[in-house]
């Protein structure tokens, strides 16, 4: 049976993350998906394929290269499937780098 959600009843973070949901701009990201290079897509595929089993597939993904290499920019596409009703919880270690992320905030906040 499905649980109808008061929002009132959530935390802040997921409130204004389902309000984020919402926003139209973020659909675009997702779009962007046929840009990923070769190894961002490959991430790209095993993250999503454990979003989308999620009954039977519980990971954590490190993502870790050098500077400039496309990490950022794969997170901004991961993040879009907010567009698909999805809970995405961008969290940085400073100001600055979750400005990078959309909808990002620092992780003390
Ligand atoms: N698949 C892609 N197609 C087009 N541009 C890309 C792609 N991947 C990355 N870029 C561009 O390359 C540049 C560096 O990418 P990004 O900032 O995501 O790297 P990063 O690994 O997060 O860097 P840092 O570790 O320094 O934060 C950015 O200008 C980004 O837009």
Not at 92 to 105: C, K, N, P, Q, V
């Amino acid at each position: 049976m499905t649980r109808i959600r008061n929002l009132d009843e959530e935390p802040r973070v997921i409130q204004d993350e389902l309000e984020l949901c919402l926003d139209v701009w973020l659909e675009d990201e997702l779009h962007n998906v046929y840009l990923l290079y070769a190894e961002q897509m490959g991430i790209f595929e095993a993250v999503m394929e454990c979003i989308d089993n999620h009954k039977v597939c519980t990971r954590v993904f490190f993502i870790d290269g050098p500077g400039d290499t496309g990490k950022t920019f794969l997170y901004n596409i991961l993040l879009g499937n907010r567009s698909m009703g999805k809970i995405n919880l961008a969290m940085a270690s400073s100001g600055i780098a979750a400005l990078f992320l959309d909808g990002g905030r620092i992780v003390h906040s």
